[in-house]
């Protein structure tokens, strides 16, 4: 047995060397590393950990996958999928990772809308990107349909395969277009909710952002302009046009954004219904409506 080690062995030697490359979650993502390169499931680790070995030739896989952790690929990038809200999304370099922080926005929702479960509400994601704001919300809102807006066409195909994957490709359709010109909705075609996660880092402040973001996300999902705003600005004027006078939007911020984004729903006679924090106490998400217009 010279040539094989036991994965609680190779564990160890994972979790060191991913701890030597500075990873914060080293045992958590040597961990996922491991399962995922050698095909063992979640109870098998646990029980089988003194048992199972391998040999050499098995283990490439995971030394490869160990590496471009060690060079900051998220362990998410590396296997190209990523849970949110409790579903299964596929990703690639075309759209942001899923963050937890984003699971407050679809709380939001399904709390506002609690009682219109069953309804054909209409939905809108302006810069859908993989698509787990509106595809979530489709799946907890069986009855909903939804439009799906990004200007990276790459990032729509991705959208696009989590609809298949999640089963509600039949209640989605697509516009590739910037968010000026995406829409032009009349009276009955507005919407009930207006969702978006957009890129609001200040500019200055992306090359100080962590590796494992600013070299896998697109800078496209990232960089707000100089104040981090310049997506509120396009969205929050929109509002009025696209939401049903009892509509809602609901936007994903920035750390410390609240009060201006809520000067500029103010500057547009709308009204801040509320704020939402995420498991961390930061306040990341407005909810916005017009009201009678
Ligand atoms: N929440 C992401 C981050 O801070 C940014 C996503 C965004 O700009 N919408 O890394």
Redesign the pocket.
């Known amino acids: 047995m010279a040539d094989t080690i036991t994965l609680e062995n190779l564990y160890e030697r994972a979790v060191q060397r991913l701890d030597d490359a500075g990873i914060k979650s080293a045992r958590l993502d040597a961990r996922l590393i491991l399962m995922k390169s050698l095909n063992i499931s979640h109870t098998n680790f646990i029980t089988e950990i003194k048992v199972l070995s391998f040999s050499a030739v098995n283990l490439r896989v995971a030394q490869e996958n160990l590496d471009k952790r060690c060079e900051g690929m998220p362990v998410s990038r590396i296997f190209n999928e990523r849970e949110f809200w409790g579903l299964p999304f596929y990703i690639n370099e075309h759209c ?1 990772d899923p ?1 937890p ?1 984003t699971e407050t926005l679809i709380e939001a929702v399904v709390t506002a809308f609690a009682s219109k479960r069953r309804e054909a509400l209409r939905f809108v994601d302006f810069g859908v990107g993989s698509g787990c704001i509106l595809l979530s919300l489709l799946r907890e809102f069986p009855n909903a349909y939804g439009v799906a807006v990004d200007i990276s066409y790459e990032a729509l195909k991705v959208t696009q395969k989590n609809a298949d994957l999640l089963g509600v490709a039949d209640r989605i359709n697509f516009v590739c277009s910037d968010w000026d010109s995406a829409l032009r909705v009349r009276g009955e075609d507005q919407f009930d909710v207006v969702v978006s ?5 200040e500019s200055q402040m992306i090359p100080k ?1 962590e590796r494992e ?1 600013i070299h896998f ?1 697109p800078m496209l ?2 960089d ?1 302009g100089i104040s981090g705003l310049n997506p509120y600005k396009i969205l929050v004027p929109k509002l009025k046009f696209l939401l049903k006078s009892s509509g809602r939007a609901f936007f ?1 911020i ?1 750390k410390g954004q609240e009060s201006d984004v809520q000067r500029l729903v103010e500057k547009t006679d709308a009204t801040l219904n509320g704020l939402y924090r995420d498991i961390a106490g930061i306040i990341r998400v407005v909810d916005i409506s017009c009201g009678d217009k």
Do not use: H, Q, S
Not at 197 to 201: A, G, Q
């Open positions: 942001l963050r922080d996660n957009p890129p609001y880092i952002l973001v996300d999902a990232l707000g994903e920035g």
